[in-house]
């Protein structure tokens, strides 16, 4: 038994070029990036009882992205110092646009 749907990982498949256009069609997406790191923040911070004011306080964090995607997520929090695996049900490779947060 699965619960992959593989018509929603083709879709996601074809798309693969597309997710880091900030102008494409994932610009709502990008645009509410750094609101969804902000909340992702806030709650590990609080669950592991960090202090606001450190710095790289993500070094010894790792983060398991499930259903990543094309790594909006995954590669903001590894550049906050967290080693992050993301995976996803499409094996199309994407690329990253570099840009930070």
Known sequence: MTTINKEEIQKFSKLANEWWDVEGKFKPLHMFNPIRIEYILEKIRLHF???ESKSNIF???KILDIGCGG???SEPMARLG???TGIDASSKKHKSSG???
């Open 49 to 51: 009882n960090l202090p």
């Open 59 to 61: 070094k010894e964090l």
């Open 71 to 73: 790594g909006l997520i």
């Open 82 to 84: 967290a080693k992050v």
């Open 99 to 101: 840009t930070p947060l």
